[in-house]
C-alpha cells in the first residue's frame, strides 16, 4: 500500500453482464467484488458508508462530487466503513471545513477501503436500473483480467445470505439518556448509532442486544418496548430472528424500520422478495394511508415485503387507472396474519411497494424506511414518539 492516498491510477468496475467502467483509483489499492448498488442522496456520504446496511455491497453515488466536506468522527454510523468499495464521478480530498477532521480520500485510505473515480457514475446507474443490481469487481492496482473474473465468479449473490450475523454487536451493552421515561431493547442487526441517539431523544433507555437473542432472552429484561433495528442481507435468510420476534408479538409493543420492518412481517407470515435494484437515497416520497399526507423518505434496502393480493396487480407495478396517490380501499391493505388482522399503513409512490405495516390486535408497527434520516428530511421522527406513546398504551399500533 502506498504511504498516502492516490487518485491517478488506472481503475476498473467491471459488472457480472461484462460491461467495463474505466477510472483511476483512490483511497487504498485492492481488488473486492461484491453487489453493485447506487445511492441518489446529495449529501451524508460519510454516513452512507459506514451504515452497516451496505455491509457486502460497493456504492455508486449518483450526486457527481463527493468528498468535498471532508470527514468528521461525529458523523460516522458505526466504527467502520461497511461499503467494500465507492464508485464516484469525481471524489475530493478536501478537509477545510470547520468540522472535518480529514479529507475523504485520506480516510478511505486509512480505511482500507478501494475507491474509484472518474467513472461516468449516470450511466453506470442507468445499467443497474435497466438490468437490476448485480455482482461486480471494483480494483486497481497489480491484478491479473482472469483473477480478477474469477473472483467475480466466486462471489454469491446476496440472496440467500444472512449478513447480519457479520455486523451485530457481540454482546449487550445499555445506554442511558436524560429524561428517559421507558427501557427499550434494541435488537442490532445492524444498528445505526443516529437510530439509538433518536430513541434516546423520544424518552428511551436502550439496551442493545445482538441478532441471535432469542425471545425469552430478551423478555427476561423486562422490557418495555421492542425496536427491530435496520440491517445487511436477505431477510428470508434470518429465520433465527424471525422466531425471536414470533416469541415476542403480543408480549409487547414492538417497533421495526428496515431490515427490522421485514423481519416482523416475515414472523407476522407475509411475504418478502428482492427488488430490482432497490431504494437508496434521501428522496423517496412515501403515503401515510392513514394520515394521507406524504413524507420524503432516507431509504436504503434492496428487498420489500410483498402486498396483499387484493393491491398487488394494481400498485405492485404500477399498473391499472389507480396511481399512487390515490388511497387504495381499506379492504385492499387489509393483511392476515399470525397475529391477526395488519393493515399496510404507508406505500412508496415511486413504484407502489410496501412502506409499512400496522398491526390491529397486537402492538406492533414498521417502516421499510429510515425515520432518523441519517442523511435525510426529518419528516417521519415522529414515528419514534409514537412508538413510545404505544408502549404508554400497551395497545394495538
Same mark, same amino acid.
Given at each position: 500500500?502506498?504511504?498516502?492516498?492516490?487518485?491517478? +491510477?488506472?481503475?476498473?468496475?467491471?459488472?457480472?453482464?461484462? +460491461?467495463?467502467?474505466?477510472?483511476?483509483?483512490?483511497?487504498?489499492?485492492?481488488?473486492?467484488?461484491?453487489?453493485?448498488?447506487?445511492?441518489?442522496?446529495?449529501?451524508?456520504?460519510?454516513?452512507?458508508?459506514?451504515?452497516? /446496511?451496505?455491509?457486502?455491497?460497493?456504492?455508486?453515488?449518483?450526486?457527481?462530487?463527493?468528498?468535498?466536506?471532508?470527514?468528521?468522527?461525529?458523523?460516522?454510523?458505526?466504527?467502520?466503513?461497511?461499503?467494500?468499495?465507492?464508485?464516484?464521478?469525481?471524489?475530493?480530498?478536501?478537509?477545510?471545513?470547520?468540522?472535518?477532521?480529514?479529507?475523504?480520500?485520506?480516510?478511505?485510505?486509512?480505511?482500507?477501503?478501494?475507491?474509484?473515480?472518474?467513472?461516468?457514475?449516470?450511466?453506470?446507474?442507468?445499467?443497474?436500473?435497466?438490468?437490476?443490481? +448485480?455482482?461486480?469487481?471494483?480494483?486497481?492496482?497489480?491484478?491479473?483480467?482472469?483473477?480478477?473474473?474469477?473472483?467475480?465468479?466466486?462471489?454469491?449473490?446476496?440472496?440467500?445470505?444472512?449478513?447480519?450475523?457479520?455486523?451485530?454487536?457481540?454482546?449487550?451493552?445499555?445506554?442511558?439518556?436524560?429524561?428517559?421515561?421507558?427501557?427499550?431493547?434494541?435488537?442490532?442487526?445492524?444498528?445505526?448509532?443516529?437510530?439509538?441517539?433518536?430513541?434516546?431523544?423520544?424518552?428511551?433507555?436502550?439496551?442493545?442486544?445482538?441478532?441471535?437473542?432469542?425471545?425469552?432472552?430478551?423478555?427476561?429484561?423486562? *422490557?418495555?418496548?421492542?425496536?427491530?433495528?435496520?440491517?445487511?442481507?436477505?431477510?428470508?435468510?434470518?429465520?433465527?430472528?424471525?422466531?425471536?420476534?414470533?416469541?415476542?408479538?403480543?408480549?409487547?409493543?414492538?417497533?421495526?424500520?428496515?431490515?427490522?420492518?421485514?423481519?416482523?412481517?416475515?414472523?407476522?407470515?407475509?411475504?418478502?422478495?428482492?427488488?430490482?435494484?432497490?431504494?437508496?437515497?434521501?428522496?423517496?416520497?412515501?403515503?401515510?394511508?392513514?394520515?394521507?399526507?406524504?413524507?420524503?423518505?432516507?431509504?436504503?434496502?434492496?428487498?420489500?415485503?410483498?402486498?396483499?393480493?387484493?393491491?398487488?396487480?394494481?400498485?405492485?407495478?404500477?399498473?391499472?387507472?389507480?396511481?399512487?396517490?390515490?388511497? *387504495?380501499?381499506?379492504?385492499? +391493505?387489509?393483511?392476515?396474519?399470525?397475529?391477526?388482522?395488519?393493515?399496510?399503513?404507508?406505500?412508496?409512490?415511486?413504484?407502489?411497494?410496501?412502506?409499512?405495516?400496522?398491526?390491529?390486535?397486537?402492538?406492533?408497527?414498521?417502516?421499510?424506511?429510515?425515520?432518523?434520516?441519517? *442523511?435525510?428530511?426529518?419528516? /417521519?421522527?415522529?414515528?419514534?414518539?409514537?412508538?413510545?406513546?404505544?408502549?404508554?398504551?400497551?395497545?394495538?399500533?
Amino acid at each position: 500500500m502506498p504511504d498516502k492516498p492516490v487518485n491517478n +491510477m488506472p481503475a476498473v468496475v467491471v459488472l457480472e453482464d461484462g +460491461m467495463v467502467y474505466r477510472g483511476h483509483g483512490f483511497g487504498a489499492p485492492g481488488a473486492v467484488c461484491g453487489e453493485i448498488v447506487f445511492n441518489t442522496a446529495m449529501t451524508g456520504y460519510q454516513e452512507v458508508l459506514t451504515d452497516p /446496511s451496505y455491509h457486502g455491497q460497493m456504492v455508486v453515488f449518483t450526486y457527481p462530487l463527493i468528498g468535498n466536506y471532508g470527514i468528521s468522527d461525529t458523523a460516522s454510523e458505526s466504527d467502520q466503513v461497511h461499503s467494500r468499495a465507492v464508485i464516484v464521478r469525481e471524489g475530493h480530498n478536501f478537509d477545510g471545513n470547520s468540522a472535518a477532521e480529514k479529507g475523504f480520500a485520506q480516510w478511505l485510505w486509512e480505511q482500507g477501503v478501494t475507491a474509484v473515480s472518474g467513472v461516468d457514475t449516470r450511466a453506470l446507474t442507468r445499467r443497474i436500473r435497466s438490468r437490476g443490481a +448485480m455482482r461486480a469487481c471494483v480494483y486497481w492496482g497489480d491484478f491479473a483480467e482472469d483473477e480478477i473474473a474469477r473472483r467475480l465468479r466466486e462471489t454469491p449473490s446476496i440472496s440467500g445470505l444472512d449478513l447480519a450475523g457479520a455486523v451485530t454487536c457481540g454482546s449487550r451493552y445499555d445506554l442511558e439518556f436524560l429524561n428517559a421515561g421507558c427501557k427499550v431493547v434494541a435488537v442490532d442487526y445492524g444498528i445505526k448509532r443516529s437510530i439509538i441517539k433518536r430513541l434516546g431523544a423520544a424518552g428511551c433507555d436502550v439496551t442493545v442486544v445482538p441478532a441471535g437473542a432469542a425471545a425469552a432472552e430478551i423478555l427476561a429484561l423486562n *422490557p418495555q418496548g421492542v425496536f427491530l433495528s435496520n440491517g445487511p442481507g436477505d431477510p428470508a435468510a434470518l429465520g433465527y430472528a424471525i422466531e425471536t420476534v414470533r416469541g415476542l408479538l403480543g408480549k409487547v409493543p414492538i417497533f421495526g424500520i428496515c431490515l427490522g420492518h421485514q423481519i416482523l412481517s416475515l414472523a407476522l407470515g407475509l411475504e418478502t422478495y428482492k427488488l430490482k435494484f432497490g431504494h437508496r437515497g434521501a428522496n423517496h416520497p412515501v403515503k401515510n394511508l392513514d394520515t394521507g399526507r406524504v413524507e420524503i423518505t432516507s431509504q436504503n434496502h434492496g428487498f420489500a415485503v410483498r402486498l396483499p393480493a387484493a393491491a398487488r396487480g394494481r400498485l405492485e407495478h404500477g399498473s391499472g387507472s389507480g396511481t399512487f396517490f390515490e388511497a *387504495p380501499a381499506r379492504e385492499e +391493505m387489509l393483511l392476515k396474519t399470525g397475529a391477526g388482522s395488519a393493515l399496510v399503513s404507508h406505500l412508496n409512490l415511486y413504484d407502489g411497494t410496501v412502506e409499512g405495516i400496522r398491526c390491529l390486535d397486537v402492538p406492533a408497527f414498521s417502516v421499510q424506511y429510515h425515520p432518523e434520516a441519517s *442523511p435525510g428530511p426529518h419528516d /417521519s421522527r415522529y414515528l419514534f414518539a409514537q412508538f413510545v406513546r404505544l408502549i404508554g398504551a400497551g395497545a394495538p399500533a
